[in-house]
């Protein structure tokens, strides 16, 4: 079935540092891609999402691109804050721009410290 | 509401007894999703519906878990006979239709069962 694996972490990065959360999917057909963020006392919320090949989706100084090839949807960041910090889930859903039946990884805990 | 609302946010209640977890979406969204996140995962899907109708529940893990939506808004999902390994935090999300529009979820219940 379809799956996501993404970097384990915890991940603790100093402030304006760049990031890197990798993610590599399994999927048939052509899925749609996923990050969300889990604020400290939050709910998830969507971060980015990108639905087809080269597609690449950024939001609040994120991006990531959509690989087919390398099956991959890495998150990236140039320089981070100490508000960044959070739990970010990797997702995908098996039709194009569907949102039913998000498939998530299992997370990466991000701490910035100042 | 602003957003979605899950009660309670915690729940604990001893093996074997029956509890029911409520979900109230953003109104006006006719899609509802209901996942449960255990601890170091990531969220897996449970069920999902597209108005009164659930639409697909191949995720419900066996014949104890049932959720219902009589009149295509608030959402109830209930969990007989509640075992040990049910202790998760259950989260529920919205959205305005299935389709390429964003999941919002609330807060989620936590369920300790002991």
């Known amino acids: 079935g379809d799956s996501v694996t993404q970097m384990e972490g915890p991940v603790t990065l100093s402030e304006e540092a760049f990031l890197t959360i990798n993610c590599t999917y399994t999927?048939?057909?052509?899925?749609?891609l996923f990050w969300y963020v889990q604020y400290p006392g939050e709910g998830l919320q969507l971060l980015l999402k990108a639905t087809k090949a080269d597609d690449k989706g950024s939001n609040k100084g994120f991006e990531a691109t959509y690989r087919k090839e390398t099956t991959s949807f890495h998150l990236e960041k140039g320089s981070v804050q100490v508000s960044d910090s959070a739990v970010y889930f990797c997702a995908l859903t098996p039709t194009q721009g569907g949102s039913e039946k998000l498939v998530f990884g299992k997370g990466t805990k991000l701490t910035v410290n100042p | 509401g602003a957003g979605v609302s899950q009660t309670p946010s915690n729940k604990v209640t001893e093996k074997g007894k029956y509890v029911e977890l409520r979900c109230d979406p953003i109104s006006g969204h006719t899609a509802l999703y209901w996942y449960r996140q255990s601890l170091g995962q990531g969220p897996e899907f449970l069920i999902y519906f597209q108005g009164t109708g659930a639409a697909d529940d191949s995720g419900l893990p066996n014949d104890r878990f049932f959720a219902v939506r009589p009149e295509g808004s608030v959402s109830t999902l209930k969990i007989q006979r509640t075992e040990r390994g049910d202790s998760a935090v259950y989260l529920c999300?919205?959205?305005?239709?299935?389709?390429?529009?964003?999941?919002?979820f609330g807060q989620g219940t936590r369920l300790t069962v002991v």
């Open positions: 999300a919205s959205s305005l239709t299935v389709g390429n529009t964003e999941a919002f």
């Open positions: 999927a048939t057909g052509y899925p749609s």
